[in-house]
Nanobody, 114 residues
Framework: QVQLVESGGGLVQPGGSLRLSCAAS????????WGWYRQAPGKQRELVAV???????DYADSVKGRFTISRDNAQNTVYLQMNSLKPEDTAVYYC????????WGQGTQVTVSS
């Protein structure tokens, strides 16, 4: 089993930055992808960024050039660096891993507002 705990969310002004962290405990020897998703009020949950076991990355068009996903293998932590934040980035952000099973964190709130 794998437990994912997100942190780093909060309130930030438009144009600001936040760095989300997802710390993983336990183990899953078949993980092939790590991702960040978000869900805004009244909207479906959407994929924001993904990084694979081979370190390839992909991003939603809405965040390309602004967000960066990365991993720290030694600490079993996945990060999402978010720059140039916009009000439309406001959402609950969830960490996700896919392997033998799919795991989700509890989510961390990101609010972009003046």
């Amino acid at each position: 089993q794998v437990q994912l705990v997100e942190s780093g969310g909060g309130l930030v002004q438009p144009g600001g930055s936040l760095r989300l962290s997802c710390a993983a405990s336990g183990s899953d020897f078949r993980i092939y992808a790590w991702g960040w998703y978000r869900q805004a009020p009244g909207k479906q949950r959407e994929l924001v960024a993904v990084i694979t076991r081979g370190d390839s990355t992909d991003y939603a068009d809405s965040v390309k050039g602004r967000f960066t996903i990365s991993r720290d293998n030694a600490q079993n932590t996945v990060y999402l660096q978010m720059n140039s934040l916009k009000p439309e980035d406001t959402a609950v952000y969830y960490c996700n891993t896919r392997g033998l099973l799919e795991y989700w964190g509890q989510g961390t709130q990101v609010t972009v507002s003046s």
